[in-house]
């Protein structure tokens, strides 16, 4: 038996209410252009529109103008999608609140994640939506999971309750010394003052 492996989310398809509310959110509020629309080609009677995150996947919505949004939340129960999440830049995430705040969309504030900093607000059909911003970068050659899985070892070997910034900085410093050679005997910490 052998896996059948990912390389990654390819797109992330919701069930929308009328075309111009999807587009309204996503490109709106959310800042992904609308690249292009076909017929839902399961579902004659939906239009599937696509919209471009930021990363070059896809998130892609089933619309139909005879349906009308409905703000309440959308299911939890377990097998259901609980919230999704996107990534913005540090200096995005620095005035979400303000924009959030001037269309008077309800949000949760600025929550305090060790890695990373988040915001969560419902879209017009319920989904739970958050804006997710990592408070570091990782060395050259290293992806974010990277970083995370070595902070994570470096948690569980201290027996610390959480990921937090001190993990990140030592799992960063962890991954250059491993990928980048030295011609110093000794690289560890010295004052040179």
Not at 88 to 111: C, M, P, T, Y
Not at 160 to 173: G, Q, R, S, V
Request: aromatic share 8%.
């Amino acid at each position: 038996m052998r896996k059948l492996q990912s390389q990654g989310v390819h797109h992330i398809t919701l069930v929308g209410a009328d075309r111009q509310t999807s587009i309204d959110f996503w490109e709106g509020v959310l800042g992904m252009p609308f690249i292009f629309e076909q017929p839902n080609l399961d579902r004659a009677s939906e239009s599937h529109l696509y919209f471009d995150p930021g990363d070059g996947r896809l998130i892609t919505v089933f619309t139909n103008d005879d349906r009308k949004p409905d703000p309440t939340r959308t299911s939890t129960d377990v097998g259901c999608v609980h919230h999704i999440a996107f990534s913005v830049s540090r200096v995005s995430f620095l005035q979400a609140v303000e924009r959030l705040d001037e269309r008077k969309i309800k949000h949760s504030g600025v929550k305090d994640r060790g890695f990373m900093d988040s915001i969560y607000f419902e879209d017009p059909l319920g989904l739970l939506v958050e804006l997710a911003s990592y408070r570091f970068e990782p060395p050259h050659g290293f992806t974010h999971a990277d970083v995370l899985m070595e902070a994570h070892k470096i948690r569980l070997k201290r027996n610390e309750y959480a990921i937090a910034e001190i993990h990140l900085a030592d799992a960063i410093e962890a991954l250059t010394a491993r990928s980048r050679p030295t011609l110093s005997p000794d690289r560890e910490p010295k004052n040179p003052y």
